[in-house]
């Protein structure tokens, strides 16, 4: 419901000698866009199926035919475009009667801040849901399982569940090493970047930033800093709601995407029966996934 800004709701602003007024919320940094591939559309929806491939070709002895395979589509994931918007009206009299200019100025930053964390929360959710049912790909499945349908049988991006630990990391990396493409061909994907919550942060810096191996009296080198493993780093996202979960990008392409269908704008118009004031806000993306590979997930002991 609709809700009217009038001069009952800053009655302070109605009479001098405020000292200062003030509000939480300080801006960051973007985050959500570490999250995923950025794209722009100019539709309604856009639509990626899977091309799957061939497999290898196999040795033609002297005389014989080629051997010829097919090509089939896969999967077919849909970015449906959502609108997001919102605002806030004010009355011609708390316009006019309010004392503090830098009130009313505020309002709108903390319109842009809400549009913001409203896109932070949108984008992270898709990390949030990746091991819940119920919140399916094309495929079937969710982000992150062990279960993803394909050509050559089922194919896993679930690692074993696991708090964050460097031999965690470890097995982790190997396992995106030996991934597969669709019919069973060797992708030979690299970990990128560690997605993690606020509460894994110094626990991730000392795996991942140590000189010698972490938590051991062993005179070892940290193996995943000396092979240059995560070079896209350690990405922080309070916007990750589980403390224990964590997550590994790779260079897979066509994986998490964001499509944006219009950019966030800003608009006021007064009506003319009433004298209100509406200021808004209005913009609309998508955020969903094709390629799984593209993220390995661990959901934590």
Request: a negative charge.
């Given at each position: 419901m609709s809700q009217l800004i009038t001069t009952g709701m800053h009655p302070k602003a109605m009479r001098?000698?405020?000292f200062k007024w003030w509000s939480t919320g300080m801006e960051h940094p973007t985050l959500w866009t570490d999250l995923v591939e950025q794209e722009t559309s100019d539709k309604a929806y856009e639509e990626m199926p899977e091309d799957t491939g061939f497999n290898l070709i196999q040795i033609k002895p002297e005389g014989d035919n080629f051997t010829y395979q097919t090509d089939a589509q896969g999967p077919t994931s849909r970015f449906t475009h959502v609108a997001y918007a919102g605002g806030y009206m004010v009355t011609f009299e708390e316009m006019e009667d309010n004392l503090y200019p830098e009130v009313g100025k505020r309002r709108t930053q903390k319109l842009a801040r809400a549009a913001r964390a409203t896109h932070e929360?949108?984008?992270?959710?898709?990390?949030?849901?990746?091991?819940?049912?119920?919140?399916?790909?094309a495929d079937g499945v969710v982000l992150c399982s062990a279960s993803h349908p394909c050509v050559n049988g089922n194919q896993s991006n679930l690692l074993t569940?696991?708090?964050?630990?460097?031999a965690a990391i470890e097995d982790a990396i190997t396992s995106i090493r030996g991934a597969t493409d669709s019919v069973g061909l060797k992708?030979?994907?690299r970990a990128m970047s560690l997605h993690i919550n606020q509460a894994n942060e110094f626990e991730a810096l000392r795996i991942t930033k140590s000189v010698l191996q972490n938590d051991t009296a062993l005179n070892a080198v940290n193996a995943i800093r000396v092979s240059g493993q995560l070079p896209n780093g350690i990405k922080v996202n309070p916007y990750l709601d589980d403390t224990d979960a964590w997550f590994i990008r790779t260079d897979a392409e066509?994986?998490?995407i964001h499509f944006q269908r219009n950019p966030l704008t800003f608009?006021?118009?007064?009506?003319?029966?009433?004298?209100?004031?509406?200021?808004a806000c209005y913009e609309r993306y998508s955020v969903k996934w094709a390629n799984w590979r593209g993220l390995y997930g661990n959901a934590g002991a």
């Open positions: 001098p000698g405020i929360t949108t984008v992270a959710a898709m990390y949030n849901r990746a091991f819940t049912a119920g919140f399916t790909g569940a696991a708090d964050l630990s460097e992708e030979n994907l066509n994986s998490l608009g006021e118009d007064a009506a003319f029966d009433n004298k209100v004031q509406k200021y």
